[in-house]
C-alpha cells in the first residue's frame, strides 16, 4: 500500500465512513500509525461536493512499514466481563436502539445486549449532511452520556467491532482523548451461552 513512517493516510468508503474506513483508521493507529484520518461524509460527500474523481488503479512506491501493536487500545471478553460492573467505567452499545433493546437482530442468533451497557447509536454523531456533528456538539453530547468518566475508561462494541469505532472517532474528534474498543463486540459476547445478555431499554 506504500504506508510509511509519517505518511497521511485518509480512509473513505461509501458508507459515510461508518465502515472500512474507519476500521482501517484505527488498525493504522493500533499498528502504531498515527497519520491516519477518515474522509468526512465519506465517496458520497465528495462527489455532492464535485471534486475530482479518475478511474484506474493507483500505485504507490513501496515503504517499510514497522508495526507497533497499542494491546491498550481494545479489551477482551474477559474484560468486559469485569468492567461492565464497574462504577468508573462505561460500556457503551453504538447499535440501533431496537437491537440494543433485543427487538430485532438481523445478524447474529441471539437478540439484547451485554448487561450494563448504555445505548448510543453510532448515527448520533453525524449531522444531517452525514457528516461528524461539530467538535463542540460532540463533547456536549459524550460530556452528558458519560458524565465524568474520562475516555480511557470508556469502552465501545457495535456487533462486530466496526461501526463502534465511528464513535471512538467521535471522541477523538471532540478532543476528549481515546477511548477503548471491544474488537470482538456483540458477536463474540454471544458465542458463549454462558455470558448474561440483557433485553429492554435498562442497560440490565
Request: proline fraction near 6%; aromatic fraction near 8%; charge should be negative.
Amino acid at each position: 500500500m506504500g504506508i510509511g513512517p509519517g505518511l497521511q493516510v485518509v480512509a473513505y468508503d461509501d458508507q459515510g465512513g461508518s465502515l472500512a474506513a474507519v476500521r482501517l483508521w484505527w488498525m493504522l493507529r493500533w499498528l502504531g500509525h498515527e497519520a491516519a484520518a477518515v474522509l468526512d461524509g465519506g465517496w458520497k460527500a465528495w462527489l455532492n461536493e464535485d471534486r475530482p474523481v479518475r478511474t484506474g488503479r493507483e500505485t504507490r512506491p513501496l515503504q517499510t512499514f514497522i508495526a507497533r501493536p497499542g494491546e491498550e487500545m481494545y479489551v477482551t471478553s474477559d474484560e468486559i466481563e469485569k468492567l461492565r460492573k464497574s462504577p468508573d467505567h462505561r460500556v457503551i452499545d453504538v447499535r440501533a436502539a431496537e437491537r440494543y433493546r433485543g427487538e430485532v437482530e438481523p445478524i447474529d442468533p441471539v437478540a439484547g445486549h451485554i448487561p450494563g451497557a448504555l445505548n448510543a447509536p453510532y448515527s448520533n454523531n453525524l449531522n444531517d449532511e452525514g457528516k461528524f456533528r461539530t467538535p463542540q456538539e460532540l463533547r456536549e453530547y459524550y460530556t452528558k452520556l458519560l458524565g465524568d468518566t474520562p475516555a480511557e475508561r470508556v469502552i465501545f462494541y457495535c456487533g462486530s467491532g466496526v461501526t463502534s469505532i465511528h464513535s471512538l472517532l467521535a471522541m477523538h474528534i471532540a478532543g476528549m482523548g481515546e477511548a477503548r474498543l471491544y474488537a470482538g463486540s456483540w458477536s463474540e459476547w454471544i458465542a458463549s451461552r454462558q455470558r448474561p445478555v440483557a433485553v429492554g431499554v435498562e442497560p440490565g
